[in-house]
């Protein structure tokens, strides 16, 4: 399995003929500066979004319509929004925190995230209601990994590592709208992964979390049992 980390929680995964794209956000306003524009979008099997932030929901929101093959899995509210947008339904896939579904060839389990999911403009649109924020628990080939979409930390962190061991996860240290590298380092604890890929700092809204600081503080808290991997965008990793 290969992946390409997009800024922000973006990430491409790639195994055998098969693409998933997690949370694409490029050129959807305010844009995303760490975007790697030789990276395309247009190719992915399936999409699959966390919440309804324009952060993560976004460039969904403004290509669905326009691709032909790709499917798109979100929640069912946000799966009602691009239906009444005018996405076919026939490339549209719902689920809720709790199931798996298997969509191409990725196996899909929702969990669950404690952020929020509203749906808007940045400007004085009122927002509309977007479901539940979600990460993933994602099985390819023969890897799991774990996509925990925007949260602060949560101790089932600890259920997610017993039923599903992930190998792979990626996790928001950006701070300020989610975990920092403080509870990030904790997230990792309980997760126990043989490589952890930080993700949601920096970027377009300048979050201060430090991948730097994480990778130092998972060395000296948690040893040498995991592997931190801090891509620059575009990168591609073998995983
Ligand atoms: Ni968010
Ligand atoms: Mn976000």
Do not use: C
Request: net charge negative.
């Amino acid at each position: 399995m290969e992946a390409i980390w997009l800024g922000q929680s973006g990430f491409k995964i790639m195994e055998g003929k098969k693409t998933l794209l997690i949370d694409p956000w490029h050129k959807f306003p305010p844009g995303n500066v760490l975007f790697p524009r030789e990276v395309r979008l247009d190719d992915a099997d399936v999409i699959a979004v966390t919440h309804g932030h324009l952060d993560h929901f976004g460039e969904t929101m403004s290509m669905a319509g326009k691709l032909e093959k790709t499917k798109v899995l979100t929640n069912y509210e946000l799966m009602m929004f691009l239906m009444e947008m005018g996405v076919p339904k026939e490339r549209l896939i719902s689920m809720n925190i709790g199931g798996t579904l298997k969509v191409e060839d990725f196996e899909f389990t929702m969990t669950q995230a404690f952020h929020s999911s509203g749906i808007g403009e940045f400007g004085p649109k009122q927002l509309v209601y977007g479901g539940m924020p979600a990460g993933y628990v994602i099985r390819v080939g023969n890897k799991t990994i774990y996509h925990a979409g925007d949260t602060g930390l949560f101790s089932d962190m600890k259920l997610i590592a017993e039923l599903y061991k992930p190998e792979v996860v990626m996790l928001s240290i950006g701070d300020v709208y989610t975990m920092g590298p403080k509870e990030a380092v904790r997230a990792v604890a309980f997760l126990r992964p043989k490589k952890v890929i930080p993700m949601h700092y920096g970027g377009t809204f300048k979050l201060p979390g430090d991948p730097a600081i994480f990778k130092e503080m998972v060395e000296r808290e948690l040893g040498d049992g995991v592997e931190v991997l801090v891509p620059k965008p575009g990168e591609r990793l073998e995983l």
